[in-house]
């Protein structure tokens, strides 16, 4: 059985930043921006995980049982004494030292010391076990971490955030002021004792020994951008965050992508669907790979894959969070496994162009909209697409280049305005742009020429192991934020193609009078 440390060491590799949030549920939470929490690790404590996902959640409580059984499952793994089988998420189960068998003193002297796999206990002030979880990272990785605790008011009469809608914790109005008053007591006295530790602790709140607001961590995670004015939602250039594969299989990575992007102003998120055994050869999937999920390509591109279970989840959030979302799909039975969606958009890449047999199937089997890229083809192509989709209700064409990164001068944005022409003879076609280029230039001058879409490759932060193409914006930081504000005030730059007296417009000198 994996080792604990193991455990938790295999969770912080998928982050590259030395940041690490603890989750409490005062009301301050709720003055925190959702893409924050994308940023890095999550550490929740009891059932806040209802707030946001976490990759770690510790409890001991036996109340914490319903509260996860009744708000879903949103941890990749749970540290408890309890006997809990959730069906999701990994069990890692340590013994709970309450607070009165040993006292304070030994409790804080196990924050500070080091404790191996056997050592580590669940302490009754919970906080301290996720900051003994933080230090275990720290030491792992050999470097400080940045912890920044969120949520924890120390204010029981000012109640709960708002994603809290019912307390599953058996105590009444007495008892939890009894409980939660002496931990302020006990955080600052934890301030003083990790000073100089591995760890630098920011709780985040109005305190006397807060180190930032909500507003500021806002700020510093997810600075504001100058924008455009707001453009109604018809006219909106549609933007799509490509998510790829980029979640590694994992729902919890996942959700955190799809709320980073959301939280940016994308449109659409997309993932990606194909059939590992079939869209590779044998001799590729046994070649030796490394990587977390195993020793071949064939265990890498397996744990990749989103399952039914997977899309349910993804169809359901998105569903929440107001964003829509489709999926690449290369090939037959990705394409057949997805129609139980009913998916509103269809996405043929560029990597399946040759496979014509399979796009014509798509062609005559499908009848909603289709997102199809043109790299790697030409006019040929173009004009057997043309007479190939003619019964699909939109077919967005995605200017693109297959190179990653794509040099400047063969981004070709001019082929946006070809698309444009077609469209005057072929009005289901819509034209777009699926970039591969650094930054937001080349999409900007995309939307200048037309395009009604835009594509972008995402990530979230970087692993030690993954190979992330060159040009995907971070979601942990303000990239694709900036990349969404540019493309909208490219957008309200272009306007309106009516040439008419603008509201902003004045003459310099008098009008001319007009005759009597």
């Known amino acids: 059985m994996e080792s604990f440390s193991s455990q938790v060491a295999s969770i912080a590799s998928t982050f590259a930043t030395d940041t690490i949030f603890i989750l409490g549920k005062g009301p301050s939470i709720d003055r925190i921006e959702p893409g924050v929490l994308a940023n890095a690790m999550v550490i929740g404590l009891n059932d806040a995980e209802r707030i946001a996902p976490c990759d770690i959640t510790i409890f001991h409580d036996e109340w914490v049982h319903a509260s996860l059984k009744d708000n879903g499952w949103r941890s990749r793994l749970y540290v408890t004494s309890t006997d809990l089988n959730p069906p999701f998420g990994q069990v890692a189960r340590t013994r709970y030292v309450p607070g009165a068998q040993e006292g304070v003193d030994v409790m804080m002297s196990r924050l500070v010391g080091t404790e191996s796999d056997d050592d580590f206990v669940i302490e009754d002030v919970l906080f301290i076990s996720a900051l003994k979880l933080a230090r275990m990272i720290a030491s792992q990785r050999g470097r400080t971490q940045t912890v920044y605790m969120l949520g924890f008011d120390f204010a029981p009469d000012k109640g709960y955030a708002h994603a809290i809608d019912r307390d599953y914790a058996p105590a009444h109005a007495g008892e ?110 046994d070649r030796k790979y490394v990587s977390p999920f195993g020793e071949t390509f064939r265990d890498y591109r397996h744990a990749l894959e989103l399952d039914a279970d997977d899309f349910e989840f993804l169809d359901k959030l998105c569903r929440e969070l107001d964003i829509r979302w489709f999926a690449s799909l290369l090939d037959e039975p990705s394409f057949r496994f997805m129609q139980r969606f009913e998916p509103e958009l269809v996405k043929l890449p560029s990597t399946i162009s040759e496979h014509t047999d399979y796009l014509a199937y798509v062609a005559r089997s499908y009848h909603g909209s289709i997102v199809l890229s043109t790299g790697m083809t030409d006019q040929d192509y173009e004009r057997w697409v043309l007479e190939t989709f003619t019964q699909c209700e939109r077919l967005y064409l995605m200017q693109c280049n297959s190179a990653y990164p794509t040099p400047l001068h063969d981004c070709n944005v001019g082929v946006i305005r070809h698309y444009r022409d077609l469209a005057q003879e072929h009005p289901h076609v819509v034209p777009g742009y699926s970039s591969h280029d650094f930054g937001w230039m080349a999409s900007a001058l995309a939307v200048a020429a037309g395009a009604r879409m835009v594509e972008k490759h995402v990530k979230l932060g970087n692993t030690e192991w993954a190979h992330f193409d060159a040009v995907a914006l971070d979601l942990t930081t303000s990239e694709f934020t900036e990349f969404v504000a540019k493309v909208r005030e490219a957008e309200a730059i272009v306007g309106s193609e009516e040439k008419k007296v603008n509201e902003s417009e004045h003459h310099k000198y008098f009008k001319k009078a007009q005759s009597a």
């Open 176 to 285: 939890k002021t009894a409980r939660i008053s002496p931990q302020e007591y006990y955080f600052v006295n934890t301030l003083y004792m990790l000073r100089d530790s591995d760890v630098e602790v920011h709780h985040v709140g109005e305190r006397a020994f807060s180190s930032l607001t909500p507003e500021e961590l806002n700020e510093r995670f997810l600075p504001k951008r100058e924008g455009g004015p707001v453009l109604s939602r018809a006219n909106q250039v549609l933007i799509t965050a490509e998510l790829t594969t980029n979640h590694f299989g994992d729902r919890h990575r996942l959700e955190r992508m799809v709320r980073a992007a959301k939280a940016a102003g994308a449109d659409f998120v997309k993932v990606q669907k194909r059939d590992v055994e079939s869209f590779y050869s044998a001799e590729q999937l």
